[in-house]
């Protein structure tokens, strides 16, 4: 039966240590009976006892590793289905839509998961858990028969009073697995949780980094106690501690505050589209002490959290993706303003992406010194297509403009032209700097 569980659940580390482990369970019961023929009834009973409970354990552990290896491969097999149903619609729907000219300005489709490592992740949390479980376990099996696995608990540290290696170990340990945890559990959540859940990428980003903060902090407390840290012995310790660091780092712990701040209210989001200054890009990451913007350039933009919860800020996708395309134009004067409005609409008709509702709009809205002001606006689902609909925009209502007659004014220019001594004059625009240098000979 063991060597059954051993196949069925995969086997792991015990697959390649089978010449010996096998032999090892063959002549087990040899020994234990040849103990108990040479006098050493006692010792053989116990061994015998504590071998079947270390068996126990070992398939206890194999097929709880077993079933949850299946019941993982089984959540990453739909949601790889889910994942190439969202890939052939997003194909279909592209194939359907009509080719744009220049790429879109942004990308807002939503993260995809990858699959290979959180499943890599979760497989790794799983065995680690594993195998500490079966550590702990033969450890409270066979501590009791053999004293050199009691030793350590029993024995001070060098210069200690109260400490002990096995306090020691347990610290350690303790550290470990709160490492493993923070590293590896976030993929379990979003295997086995956040992908039940409707929530956007966002979101689960949030739900997942604070989890991260939680376990850091449980196993922190967890360690000091396993080596004797009583809130009662450290507390002036941390006082004085927070009191030094607060003065010394308090840009880092403003930081660390308003990135907590940030990930409660969530003013910003993963895959958010901001404006900061005169930097905009998406929001890639949020960090304990900084957040990491990306711009259209694909440099990663370094933002402190602090400025994030303190300075304005401009989400263009907070609440509602859908936003603006206003187009301002001139016409040259005396040109025909309702059919130059007209046309701004039949441009804004042929575009595919631009919404109904509401509905695009033309308005004339002044004189200027160059010529008669227009105003196209209209709507745009999502910032997905804006660069594309916005270079269609422009090229429908030139060429249109064109072919109706309609000229687009230009702005005026004022030239001054100052004559020197020496007969040379020097063009000067409105901005004020010479263009060229001309010399005339004197009438």
């Known amino acids: 039966p063991f060597r059954q569980v051993v196949l069925i659940s995969g086997g792991g580390w015990l697959t390649p240590l089978q010449l010996t482990w096998r032999p090892a369970m063959v002549l087990m019961p040899a020994a234990l009976a040849i103990l108990a023929a040479v006098g050493y009834y006692f010792t053989a009973l116990q061994a015998a006892v504590r071998v079947l409970e270390t068996a126990a354990i070992l398939m206890a552990v194999l097929a709880l590793g077993g079933v949850t290896r299946r019941w993982l491969l089984v959540n990453r097999r739909r949601l790889a289905r889910e994942q190439a149903k969202q890939r052939r619609a997003q194909l279909a729907a592209a194939a359907e839509a009509d080719a744009s000219a220049a790429p879109p300005a942004v990308e807002l489709a939503e993260e995809a998961i990858d699959l290979a490592a959180i499943s890599e992740q979760t497989q790794k949390l799983v065995r680690t858990f594993l195998g500490i479980t079966t550590m702990i376990g033969l450890v409270l099996i066979w501590g009791e028969i053999l004293p050199a696995l009691a030793y350590p608990a029993a024995q001070l540290l060098p210069g200690a009073k109260e400490l002990t290696w096995g306090d020691l170990i347990a610290f350690l340990l303790v550290l ?43 196993g922190m407390i967890a360690a000091f106690n396993c080596v004797g840290g009583d809130w009662s012995k450290i507390q002036w310790l941390v006082a004085a501690m927070s009191v030094g660091l607060g003065f010394g780092l308090q840009e880092i712990f403003a930081n660390f505050v308003s990135g907590i701040i940030l990930l409660f209210e969530r003013p910003i989001r993963v895959g958010d589209i901001v404006t900061l200054g005169d930097k905009t890009g998406v929001v890639n990451r949020i960090r304990m ?24 800020l401009l989400n263009w996708t907070l609440t509602d993706q859908m936003n603006r395309i206003e187009i301002i134009l001139s016409v040259s004067h005396g040109a025909d303003t309702e059919r130059a409005c007209t046309l701004l609409l039949e441009a804004a008709a042929e575009q595919p992406h631009l919404l109904p509702e509401p509905q695009p709009s033309a308005a004339f809205e002044g004189f200027t010194d160059s010529g008669l002001k227009l105003a196209l606006r209209c709507f745009l689902p999502t910032l997905e297509h804006r660069g594309a609909t916005i270079h269609q925009l422009y090229t429908t209502i030139d060429r249109k403009f064109r072919a109706a007659g309609i000229e687009v004014a230009a702005p005026p220019r004022e030239m001054r032209v100052r004559v020197t001594r020496d007969g040379t004059h020097p063009a000067f625009t409105s901005q004020g700097r010479p263009q060229k240098l001309e010399k005339h000979s004197a009438a």
Do not use: F, M
């Open 289 to 312: 002490r900084a957040t990491t913007i990306v711009d259209w350039d694909r440099k990663e933009y370094i933002v402190p959290n602090k400025d994030l919860v303190t300075e304005r």
């Open 176 to 218: 470990a697995v709160t490492y493993i945890s923070v590293r590896d559990i976030p993929a379990l959540l979003e295997l086995v949780v956040l992908q039940h859940l409707p929530l956007d990428s966002g979101s689960r980003y949030a739900v997942t980094s604070l989890c991260r903060y939680v376990l850091t902090a449980i």
